[in-house]
């Protein structure tokens, strides 16, 4: 027979329990530091919307957080936002390398170009 509704598994986690006191999955102790989740998310959507920079830093401090997560130092509850906050932060980092790929392409044509008009009037001088 199957176990009845709020029972725990014989040596098991009860996910109907009560959260553990420091409000985190049994993992986390509740001594570590407070998750940034929301700060890296708005980082992320401002590197995708305003200034590309700030995509690399939520994806710097994302991955940091992710790892101290995983260890067990830092509240897991905010994992949600550093996941999300970290993504856009890697999709505005490879937009801003796009972007500074093409500038250096279209200097590098003008550049090209004014050579290239320089050196046919030179050799009439």
Known sequence: MSQPYNQPKPGGYNP??????????????????????????????????MCPILGVIAWVLGKADIAKMDAGRMDPSGRGNTQAGMICGIIATVLLVLQLGAVCCYFGMIFTAIGAAGVGNAGGL
């Open 16 to 49: 109907y329990t009560s959260p553990t006191p420091g409000g985190g999955p049994p993992f986390f102790s509740g001594q570590g530091e407070p998750h940034r989740g929301t700060m890296i998310l708005v980082f992320g959507i401002l590197g995708l919307v």
